[in-house]
Nanobody
Framework: QVQLVESGGGLVQAGGSLRLSCVASGSIYSIHVMAWYRQAPGKQRDLVAVIEVGGMPNYADVVKGRFTISGDSDENTVYLQMNNLKPEDTAVYYC???????????????WGQGTQVTVSS
């Protein structure tokens, strides 16, 4: 069974920075996609940034130029560097992956438990 564990959330003032990390653990055969989503209170969960192994990252328009997604395939880790944070970035941030395990070679989705990011004005 694969688990995603996020860290790095917290409280920061507007204009500040945070770096989120997400580590995938378990019997992982191959990771295809890693991404970050976020969900603000009363709103749907939205894609923030996504990176496919061997591909270029993509970002939601509202975070372009401020957020950077990167990955370490050797460590099964994905990061989200968030700069120039705004109060509207406040949300629970969820790590997502599409992967295969040695037991299940059909790609399937795994979600992290979420980490709170709060940006004060």
């Amino acid at each position: 069974q694969v688990q995603l564990v996020e860290s790095g959330g917290g409280l920061v003032q507007a204009g500040g920075s945070l770096r989120l990390s997400c580590v995938a653990s378990g019997s992982i055969y191959s990771i295809h996609v890693m991404a970050w989503y976020r969900q603000a209170p009363g709103k749907q969960r939205d894609l923030v940034a996504v990176i496919e192994v061997g591909g270029m990252p993509n970002y939601a328009d509202v975070v372009k130029g401020r957020f950077t997604i990167s990955g370490d395939s050797d460590e099964n880790t994905v990061y989200l560097q968030m700069n120039n944070l705004k109060p509207e970035d406040t949300a629970v941030y969820y790590c997502y992956t599409l992967l295969q395990t040695y037991r299940n070679t059909v790609p399937y989705e795994v979600w992290g438990q979420g980490t709170q990011v709060t940006v004060s004005s």
